[in-house]
Each structure stands twice: as C-alpha cells, then as structure tokens.
C-alpha cells in the first residue's frame, strides 16, 4: 500500500505521517517512511537546493524540475522496490505538491506538469492521499509559536499559499476515488485515530 500525505507547510502533514509509520511498525508490519523532497542521497541534495533561501531567483519550471529529478530517483530507488517486496510506504509529499506548488502556486501549466508527475512517478499512483487541511493563517500562527526560521518556500506571500490551498482543494474534488481531507485544526492524536479509521474501514 502506498500512502501519501498532502497539506501545506505546518499543517502538520508529517507529524501525522510519522505516527501512522510508528503504528504500523509497532504492529510489527512492513512499512518505511520517505519524504519529499529527499529519500535518497540524490534527491536529499536535490532538497538543499530547493529549501535554500538563498536560491531565491529559481524559477517555478526549473523548480518542478529539481522536484521532478527528486521524485523519480525516490520512486525508482526506494518506493517501487519496496512496495514490490511487499512493504506499506508511507510518503511525506508526493507529485500533488508539484501540482499544488508548482502548478497552482507557482503558475506553471497544470497539463504540463500532470505529463512530468507520471514520467517521474513512472505512472505510480497513492493507494490514499490525506490531506491535512488548515487555513493559511492557522499556519502563520503555528510559525509564531514555534518561532520557526523560514526556508525559501516559507517565505513566499500569504497570495502564493492561498492559491496552494484551492489547488490543493481542487485536486481533492477530481480524485475523489483517494483523496481524504482531514481537519489539521483538531488535536494531534484526534487525527491520528481519525486516519487510523480511515484506514481500518478501507478496503485496502
């Protein structure tokens, strides 16, 4: 089973993957836990290079390239062979943030991008998408607290995010047959065992 998680940076996306990847480890099954960008020694470097702040002038193509370049070395390295041998992967991001980000956000043409998402993915799809839904304030405030030094992405105009958010929404509504929109506002561990339902009623 491959399982993705979506939302927009402090939504608490990868809180929420991580505990579904101690659950299942704990219940003694076979699954890893990947992100993106990153996951290989490749695509790891290819990150430093696209959370830099001071890469400020790449441009939204070149940046859905680096992410692309990412993703396939991940999927080709790590997530088909596991899912072949078996295991449950669990992925923090996988080609909806390009489309969100990079289509949506950054205005690159979505027919464009959605071509690159299955070469670099090979054609592979998420068996379940949760998308952790917050407002864009909420995400504001969170940095507040965590008084967290923003990384090139986060830096970008409250305008930018908001258009991630309804592409996000957007891609939620035409794949219906995987995408699951979770509340991020709710407490920590009422997600977790909302997702863990989620999952125990699937027919995966």
């Not at 959370?51 to 991940?74: C, G, V």
């Not at 449950?88 to 990079?102: F, L, N, P």
């Not at 009422?190 to 027919?203: C, G, M, R």
Request: aromatic share 12%; net charge positive; glycine share 6%.
């Amino acid at each position: 089973m491959f399982i993705t998680f979506e939302g927009i940076d402090l939504s608490g996306k990868t809180t929420q993957a991580a505990l579904l990847y101690k659950h299942y480890k704990k219940a003694g099954r076979k699954v890893i836990f990947v992100r993106e960008p990153g996951g290989t020694l490749v695509s790891e470097k290819i990150r430093k290079i696209l959370l830099d702040r001071r890469n400020k002038n790449i441009f939204p193509l070149t940046e859905f390239f680096l992410f692309s370049a990412s993703r396939y070395q991940l999927t080709k390295e790590i997530i088909k062979p596991f899912l072949k041998k078996g295991f449950i992967v669990i992925c923090d991001r996988y080609y909806d943030s390009s489309t969100a980000y990079q289509g949506y956000g950054g205005m690159v043409d979505i027919k464009y991008i959605n071509k690159i998402n299955k070469i670099a993915s090979e054609n592979l799809k998420p068996d379940l998408t949760f998308l952790i839904d917050i407002p864009f304030e909420e995400s504001m405030k969170r940095r507040g607290i965590i008084k967290k030094v923003n990384d090139r992405f986060e830096s970008k105009e409250i305008n930018y995010y908001k258009k991630i958010i309804a592409g996000y929404k957007k891609l939620a509504k035409t794949n219906k047959d995987r995408f699951i929109i979770i509340n991020g506002c709710k407490p920590v561990n009422d997600i977790h065992n909302q997702i863990l339902k989620i999952l125990k009623n699937s027919k995966l």
